[in-house]
C-alpha cells in the first residue's frame, strides 16, 4: 500500500528532494514521506497566516510546509542544535524562503514562553519526544482557537503499546512521558484529537472555540 501510495505522488520539489536525501545519508531525522504528505495538506488547510514548528534540523519539514501554505503565511522553527540551525538557514536562502521562515537556534524551552499568545494556526512539534507533555500548555496558549496542533512520532516505532517492563531501561521515562501526553491529549476539554498511525504516529488535534 505504501508503495502504491507513493508511486502516485507527483515529482516534489528538487531542493526538498536533496536536503531529504542529505538528511537521510547522514542519519539525520527529519518527517517520514507519508507524514510529510499529511503535512503539507495541514499547512494548506484554512489558510493558516502563522506556523510554529519546534524541531527544525536542517529545514525539510519547515520549506515543505512553507510552499504548501498560502505565499503569506510565515514560519517560525525552533532548533536547539546550533549547527543544525545553521544549516537550516543555510537551506532556507537556497529555497529564497528567508523571507517566510524564521530559524531559532535555541532551546524551545526558553522561546515558547516568550511567544505572544493565540498567535499560530499551526503548531508541529517534532523535538524531544519526553518534552510534548511539558510544552502542551505554552503550545495551548500560543495556539488561536481552531488552530490545529500536531505532534509527530507519537507511537514510538510502535514501543508505545509495550508494556513498560518490555521496554528497555532507558527508554522508560519517554515511554511513561508519551503515554501520558496521548491521554492528556484525547481527554483535553479544550482539544478535539485524532491519534493517526501515519509515519511513526502523528497525533492531530483541533484547539476547541471556547463556547
Ligand atoms: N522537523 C524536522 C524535519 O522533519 O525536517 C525534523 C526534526 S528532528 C526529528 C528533531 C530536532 O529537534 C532535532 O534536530 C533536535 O536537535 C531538535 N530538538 C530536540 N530538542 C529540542 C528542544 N528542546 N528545543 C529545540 N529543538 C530541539
Known sequence: MADFLQSLEPDGDPLCERIASDAAARGIPIVREETGRLLKVLA?????GAILEIGTAVGYS???MALAAPADCRITTIEKDEA???????????AGLEERITVIA???DEVLGTLAGESYDLVFMDAAKGQYGKWLPEVL??????GI????????EGTILESRFAVERRDRTIHARMRE??????????LQTAIL?????LAVAVKKEPR
Do not use: S, Y
Open 62 to 64: 519547515a520549506i515543505l
Open 197 to 201: 498511525t501515519v509515519g511513526d504516529g
Open 106 to 108: 535555541a532551546d524551545a
Open 84 to 94: 543544525r540551525a545553521a544549516e537550516a538557514l543555510e537551506n532556507v536562502r537556497r
Open 44 to 48: 494548506a488547510v484554512g489558510k493558516p
Open 149 to 156: 496542533l500536531a505532534a509527530d512520532n507519537v507511537l514510538q
Open 181 to 190: 501526553f496521548l491521554w492528556e491529549m484525547k481527554h483535553h476539554e479544550g
Open 141 to 146: 496558549r500560543i495556539l488561536k482557537p481552531g
